[in-house]
T-cell receptor, first 114, second 115 residues
Framework: AQSVTQLGSHVSVSEGALVLLRCNYS??????LFWYVQYPNQGLQLLLK??????LVKGINGFEAEFKKSETSFHLTKPSAHMSDAAEYFC????????????FGKGTMLLVSP | DAGVIQSPRHEVTEMGQEVTLRCKPI?????LFWYRQTMMRGLELLIY????????DSGMPEDRFSAKMPNASFSTLKIQPSEPRDSAVYFC?????????????FGPGTRLTVL
């Protein structure tokens, strides 16, 4: 079975500062990894995904994530935070097994202060 | 593309009443998922369908919950009778055929309040 751990339920940054949201996964087979963002009162929207092509994945809104197999990590970064980045971020893992459901982490709320 | 459509967006009901949530997946997607999101438990997978067939309903909390997918373009999640602890946001998501590298597309959710 797969699992995801997101370190920190809340992360606070200042506008213009680096954003780093941490995600570690556990999987006995090669994983596919996803970051979703949820803005207030909305559904989840895909930010980016890792599907075993390039280890550095670029997504929407200037976010990127790097797959590090040795560290079983898939941390999400953005060089400069914007007020509009304030949202909840979910890391998720899937594998090519059965019906390929997603296993989500508990989410990290990103707070951006002016 | 209209995306995943859910209705209603908000539902307020009284304890003991029947509640029906509706979902229309994206055309061409053959997998459909129902999730529940609460502050305490986060995002929970309740049930999922593949080609209209329920595959795993182990996440359904109680027999009060039931889900159907009569055709490829419509699914319902029913709670009967509803209880205050069922208050949550319920999301529907759909996915194209294929492997685990295909992402799920989420609807806007239904916010359920049971008084």
């Amino acid at each position: 079975a797969q699992s995801v751990t997101q370190l920190g339920s809340h992360v606070s940054v200042s506008e213009g500062a680096l954003v780093l949201l941490r995600c570690n996964y556990s999987s006995s087979v090669p994983p596919y990894l996803f970051w979703y963002v949820q803005y207030p009162n909305q559904g989840l929207q895909l930010l980016l995904k890792y599907t075993s092509a390039a280890t550095l994945v670029k997504g929407i809104n200037g976010f990127e994530a790097e797959f590090k197999k040795s560290e079983t990590s898939f941390h999400l970064t953005k060089p400069s935070a914007h007020m509009s980045d304030a949202a909840e971020y979910f890391c998720a893992v899937s594998v090519d097994s059965g019906y390929s459901t997603l296993t989500f982490g508990k989410g990290t709320m990103l707070l951006v202060s002016p | 593309d209209a995306g995943v459509i859910q209705s209603p967006r908000h539902e307020v009901t009284e304890m003991g009443q029947e509640v029906t949530l509706r979902c229309k997946p994206i055309s061409g997607h053959n997998s459909l998922f129902w999730y529940r999101q609460t502050m305490m438990r986060g995002l929970e997978l309740l049930i999922y369908f593949n080609n209209n067939v329920p595959i795993d309903d182990s996440g359904m909390p109680e027999d009060r919950f039931s889900a159907k997918m009569p055709n490829a373009s419509f699914s319902t999640l029913k709670i009967q009778p509803s209880e205050p602890r069922d208050s949550a946001v319920y999301f529907c998501a759909s996915k194209v055929p294929g492997g685990g590298y295909n992402e799920q597309f989420f609807g806007p959710g239904t916010r359920l309040t049971v008084l």
